[in-house]
């Protein structure tokens, strides 16, 4: 068989993705992509890809892969899913060449959702429509069109690894936090002005009841002016539906094409991942921008992902964490600096 990671647990929900399928929906077919695209483009940025290879995305836990290759650069980014190599814990966020029979398991997620599992050179999955992103109730693109399961196999590419591995330090990783900005409408007019309010003074918590189609959130019911359908359409990444039940629903990257409810506001791009990332029972909050300040965001978005970029280095002592060096043997043969005094004696303690 060809050179591939064998699946040995896949978690509780795994699937192949990319950037998405795009200019589709007037067919009915869903763009699909990754939840985090911003933790996505850092993974493949870790192991050397382009920023638009497909990877592997994973929700709160990430389970276990085999190595049948020669050799295999592997980086996980996103959530904080606990990483063991062979056993032994491994660092997130940092590339690892790991040789034939290697075992990588990625535990539950300690912080946020979703993650991403990147190999040098990406997998060997035809593409459908244009992408090899999985659209679960479509079942399309990936493997099968399904998530992952035991016994499968994701066929690598056989890149040349060269250089250092890469590592990208934990005070430059993305963290997710404060309001999630929205644009207002396109049917805000559907509200009442009470109802409006009620949205963007509120505290949403986030329900079991949420995938990778939609976020949906329990908490004040929003009013309706009129009704609460209207004639269907298009729907994009971050449309916020408000249903019958008062209570929004923000639409991810499986959402349908088209929807009936009416859309009180659209999720700026800059803060999907903030929402995608957001576990069962987080408090959401949303805060309500011009255009203007919305297209802002999305250019300091774009910033943020060129800094980060640039800010991934090759491994070596300075990216050793407090956890590693505490593991690590150093004291066997240090001395203090300090001359001591005739009435303290030697010192076997390094200066502080």
């Given at each position: 068989m060809l050179d591939h990671l064998t699946v040995v647990e896949p978690g509780m929900q795994s699937t192949v993705q990319d950037l998405g399928r795009f200019g589709l929906q007037r067919y009915g077919i869903s763009a699909a992509g990754p939840i985090d695209p911003l933790s996505m483009?850092?993974?493949?940025?870790?192991?050397?890809?382009?920023?638009?290879?497909?990877?592997?995305?994973?929700?709160?836990?990430?389970?276990?892969?085999?190595?049948?290759?020669?050799?295999?650069?592997?980086?996980v980014a996103g959530a904080?899913?606990?990483?063991?190599?062979?056993?032994?814990?491994?660092?997130?966020?940092?590339?690892?060449?790991?040789?034939?029979?290697?075992?990588?398991?990625?535990?539950?997620?300690?912080?946020?959702m979703r993650a991403y599992l990147a190999v040098a050179g990406g997998f060997t999955i035809e593409p459908v429509l244009g992408s090899r992103s999985t659209h679960l109730?479509?079942?399309?693109?990936?493997?099968?069109?399904?998530?992952?399961?035991?016994?499968?196999?994701?066929?690598?590419?056989?890149?040349?690894?060269?250089?250092?591995?890469?590592?990208?330090?934990?005070?430059n990783r993305p963290v997710f936090t404060g309001p999630v900005r929205v644009l207002l409408g396109p049917q805000d007019e559907a509200?009442?002005?009470?109802?409006?309010?009620?949205?963007?003074?509120?505290?949403?918590?986030?329900?079991?009841?949420?995938?990778?189609?939609?976020?949906?959130?329990?908490?004040?019911?929003?009013?309706?002016?009129?009704?609460?359908?209207?004639?269907?359409?298009?729907?994009?990444?971050?449309?916020i539906q408000v249903p019958g039940s008062g209570t929004p629903i923000v639409l991810l990257a499986d959402r349908q094409s088209t929807g009936g409810y009416p859309k009180i506001a659209t999720v700026v791009s800059a803060d999907l991942a903030r929402i995608g990332q957001a576990r069962i029972g987080e408090p959401i909050r949303f805060e309500a921008v011009s255009e203007e300040e919305a297209a802002r965001s999305a250019v300091a978005w774009n910033e943020v992902l060129e800094r980060t970029i640039a800010m991934i280095e090759p491994v070596g002592l300075a990216e050793l964490s407090t956890e590693t060096l505490m593991s690590l043997n150093l004291i066997g043969g240090v001395?203090?600096?300090?001359?001591?005094?005739?009435?303290?004696?030697?010192?076997?303690?390094?200066?502080?």
């Open positions: 483009r850092i993974a493949n940025a870790l192991v050397g890809n382009a920023l638009d290879e497909a990877v592997v995305e994973l929700t709160l836990s990430g389970g276990s892969y085999r190595v049948e290759a020669e050799h295999c650069r592997l980086a904080d899913m606990p990483l063991t190599i062979d056993g032994a814990r491994a660092e997130s966020y940092r590339a690892h060449d790991l040789p034939r029979g290697s075992v990588v398991s990625i535990g539950f997620a300690r912080k946020s109730r479509s079942h399309l693109g990936g493997l099968d069109g399904r998530a992952l399961k035991a016994g499968d196999a994701l066929p690598l590419r056989r890149p040349g690894i060269a250089g250092r591995p890469l590592t990208l330090r934990e005070q509200f009442t002005p009470a109802g409006i309010e009620t949205f963007l003074s509120s505290v949403y918590t986030v329900t079991s009841k949420t995938d990778r189609m939609g976020c949906q959130l329990d908490g004040p019911p929003i009013e309706h002016r009129n009704g609460f359908n209207i004639i269907s359409d298009g729907i994009v990444n971050g449309s001395v203090s600096a300090q001359a001591p005094s005739s009435d303290e004696g030697s010192s076997t303690e390094a200066p502080t």
